[in-house]
């Protein structure tokens, strides 16, 4: 069963971009790639044919993996989101209570995750242990490392 993941319309578009890119760009640079290494002789002793082939599974796998994404992808409407408490998409500035840290996170779909940019998953402990909490309210998360404890500071888009 697909699971339905939640998208800003740049998110989805990136997302779709990047779908393209691979089907016009990679898939036919793949296919020159084995129909070259095929041209050079012998299959079973041709190292250069099995990599194209391999990278062309790995390849499609991706794109089936993107299609299947951008099927079950929902688009939020970011003005119409409570800003109120803890949501996909929200921009959130937390505090750790157990060593004073502050950092702030977007919560995003699964294929959105970026910790440089600091895009967490919504699915993640971190992302879970926010949802649905407001400005002043303390997340518990269980991490490997122990129990975490999380004071939302800020939430906005």
């Known amino acids: 069963m697909s699971k339905v993941s939640y998208y800003s319309k740049e998110g989805l578009q990136e997302l779709r ?89 977007t919560l995003v779909a699964d294929s959105m995750t970026n910790l440089r940019e600091g895009k967490i998953s919504i699915n993640s402990p971190i992302g879970k242990g926010l949802l649905g909490k407001k400005v002043g309210d303390i997340a518990e998360v269980k991490i490997p490392a122990g129990m975490m404890k999380l004071e939302i500071l800020n939430i906005s888009r």
């Open 17 to 105: 971009d990047e779908l393209e890119r691979l089907e016009t760009v990679e898939r036919p640079r793949v296919t020159r790639d084995i129909a070259d290494a095929r041209d050079k002789g012998d299959l079973s002793e041709n190292a250069e044919y099995h990599a194209a082939k391999e990278e062309q599974s790995l390849l499609e796998y991706k794109i089936v993996q993107l299609k299947n994404t951008i099927a079950n992808a929902r688009v939020i409407d970011e003005s119409k989101l409570d800003l109120s408490k803890v949501l996909a998409l929200s921009k959130v500035k937390i505090k750790n209570l157990n060593n004073g840290k502050e950092f702030e996170y």
